[in-house]
């Protein structure tokens, strides 16, 4: 029976959490982060966060995480979850779309009571996973495979729920979102899935209705970045990867992110990092 957590412990011992270290790293999933002791500091998408103990910080998909700085007693655990799989949930209580709520204010500080309820959650889920890892053969089997894999799904429900319930605010039912934020957020969902192909702001602009002009105001004034960053840093960031830790040539990472040519990608390349892509592979 597959789980769709991902429970990771981190502490001492470990030289790079989530990679992202040395470098920033774009993780394709969504997560928390829990510190239980020491502290970190760390930046996600451009703003900069503090974890201290029995803090935790939500991560969505896409997101650009570094961690700045960490003492030499922190420790923790992160978990790999789908929040967006609860929204439907959520809406039968209200019509906020809380996960947004959770992508402005990220990190909680949880007391005692709180933790030890989300260990729990953790613990009965991975309790069930073991517990249930059934050979699937005759209808029988099968049967009880299908009831077991219904209750993990029911009980990762229910931890996602519980780290959702940290984030709720007496009187955060008054709060609508408005228009403007379902454009940016529906924008940097979809930049993440198409910007090696599509490099044009107007093609992100058509897929929510609006003219390329409204667009690019509505997220420059809500990011504070225009979309053209947004593209060209998600396009950097890749190709900074890329050049770093492949073995791919220049050529190649060129047609990868869809440039029209080689030399455009090398010209478009030195301006946005300063340095040429081979100056920048062999530093």
């Known amino acids: ?6 429970y990771r412990i981190f502490g001492n011992a470990d030289e790079n959490i989530l ?9 394709e999933f969504s997560g928390i982060i829990f510190c239980s002791s020491g502290y970190m500091e760390l930046n996600i998408d451009g703003i900069d966060y503090r974890l201290g103990p029995n803090m935790m910080i939500v991560h969505f998909p896409y997101s650009l995480i570094h961690i ?13 979850a789908d929040f967006e799989i609860v929204q439907p949930l959520l809406y039968k209580v209200s019509d906020i779309n809380r996960l947004l709520l959770i992508k402005r204010n ?20 991975y309790e069930h996973i073991e517990r249930h890892k059934i050979f699937i053969g005759g209808a029988e089997e ?15 429900n229910c931890l996602l729920l519980e780290i959702v319930s940290f984030y709720i605010r007496i009187g955060d039912e008054k709060v609508h ?39 690019s105001s509505i997220i420059k004034s809500r990011s504070g970045k225009t979309p ?34 080689q030399s455009y990608f090398g010209k478009w390349f030195k301006k946005h990092s300063g340095t040429g892509p081979l100056e920048f592979r062999n530093t």
């Open 1 to 6: 029976m597959a789980s769709n957590i991902v």
């Open 228 to 261: 053209s960053w947004w593209i060209a840093n998600a396009l950097l960031t890749e190709a900074k990867r890329l050049l770093r830790d492949t073995n791919m040539s220049v050529k190649e990472i060129s047609e990868h992110l869809y440039f029209p040519t």
């Open 106 to 125: 990220p990190v909680a500080a949880l007391t005692e009571c709180q933790k030890s309820s989300l260990e729990r959650y953790i613990k009965l889920y």
């Open 19 to 27: 990679g992202a270290e040395e470098y920033p790293v774009r993780v």
């Open 177 to 215: 979102i408005c228009r403007n934020d379902e454009v940016v957020q529906k924008f940097i969902s979809m930049l993440y899935k198409h910007y090696k192909e599509e490099h044009e702001v107007s093609f992100y602009a058509e897929k929510q209705f609006v003219t390329t002009r409204y667009f």
């Open 142 to 156: 099968i049967h009880a495979a299908q009831i077991s894999n219904l209750q993990a799904e029911l009980l990762s």
């Open 68 to 80: 700045e700085h960490k003492t030499s007693d922190l420790s923790g655990f992160m978990l790999d």
